[in-house]
Every structure is written in C-alpha cells, then in structure tokens.
C-alpha cells in the first residue's frame, strides 16, 4: 500500500495538498511595535504551571503588526504570492522558567489558513483576524521611513474591532523594543478525543529564530486603542502607561524547537 506523504494535513499520495511545508520556513517581513504597560496580574493570569511572571517589569506587553512574505527552502511561494503573503497582529509578554527570562505569545491573529497550521505547530494560539498596516514607499504619499512618518495599524476579528494604532517615528534606535526580545516559550496543547481524558498533547517547547537579519530600526510614540469584543480578550491587556514604539523591517528563518517539558501545564 502507498504511504502518505505531507507534513501536515491533508496528507496525500502525493504530498502536494499538505496546508505546510517541512521547515525550515523563512520570512521577509515589515514590523510596527508598541510596548505599554499593563496590570501585572493580568499577564500572571496568562501563564500556565511552572512558569511565572518576568521578575522585572512583569506587566509590559508589546502588540505587534507584521506583514509578512514567507516561504520554503525553495521559495517556490514567492513566485506565488497568495501563497507566501500574509498579515499578523499578536500579544506578547516576558516570563520566566527555570529562572531565564522568555518572551510568550498570548493572543495572535492571522489572515491566512496556512499561518494557523504553522502557528499549531510551534504553539502559537493563532486565531483568523483582519490586519491591516501602512506600508512604506520612496514614491507618492506613503510614508518614508525618516522622522515624522506615521504609520496605522489596525486589528479585527470576528467582525469587531479588536485594535488600532498611530505610530510615529522619532528617530533610529539600537532595538525594536524589550519585551519580544528572546527566545519563545509556547506550551503545544491538545486535548484528548476520549471525554474526560484531558489533553493528549502538552508540551512545554522553546523555539527561536535559526538566523536573523534586520534593517535599522526606528523608535517613536503611539496612540494605541484597544476594544472589548464578545469572544476576545485582549482588552483585558489594558493599557495604563504606554511605553514607545518601534518599527523595523527583519528576516527570520525558523526551523524547529526543543521539548522543554511534557505533561506539567495543569491546562484544562
């Protein structure tokens, strides 16, 4: 009998229909970050068993946009570029384990299928949304990456706006801000097919970039508003003192994790 190849479903004779490819996956993409504050306990809600919040600073959070192109090692998809094209929004935090400081995604949108089932894999709580972001350009009235550009961003899910923001850059800086600056801590969860069997999958991972590059970036202000929707929850991140913002253009490649822990989350 034939096997089934894919790396992910639907898996095929062929292998051809499988939603992703194998890593590694490599990603050109423009970023606009704000970085606020927030009540702590709202972040220490977030983390699951045994991690805990960032001993210093435990309530910044950064809300980041990012418009992205990715591909394969064969970067086949940009010559497609329904394929390799897509939009984020996601929420990060810093906590720790083990006593080091990690960077965790709790809330992240995307607007393609194909971004979810990577975001499955690598433990990213990945959700449909509509994400939009002002992109630059040297020509017409889009704005340059110089001082004054200002930049907007905006989030929706479900049909509700979730978030929106005005940036504006002030100057170049060293970095794209504090709080997504190290490695991720994700948790990958799935439950059980038998009722009362809990989850089948619980694994606490760390993945990161297998290389980076990026251009200078740029720090400014943000007007960031957040909004309350019936099946969301970011608004819960609320905003008590705004920090700066960030934007950056990066290219990433990831390709693969590593198994911290198994079955210690106590999710549910």
Known sequence: MTGLRGYFHPKTATGAASLIPAP???????LLTVEYRTDPGRVRELLPEPLEPAAEDPGAVALIWADWQSCADSGQELLDPVR????????????TYRQRTY????????????????GLHQGYPKKLGSIHQTRPHPYG????????????????AADRRLAQAVVTLREPCESNGFVNAHPMLHHRWLPSVEKGKGLALDELIESGAASFEGGQPWTGEAELELFEAPTEELARLEIREPIAAYYRQVGVVWDGGRLLESGTSGAE
């Open 141 to 156: 009235p889009a704005p340059r990456i110089e001082a004054g550009a200002r930049f907007g961003a905006t989030l929706a």
């Open 84 to 95: 390799a094209q897509y939009k984020e929004a996601f929420a990060v935090v810093r906590c």
């Open 103 to 118: 960077t965790r995604c709790v809330f992240i949108w995307v607007d393609k299928d194909f971004a979810v089932a990577r």
């Open 24 to 30: 590694p996956w490599r990603y050109s993409g423009d």
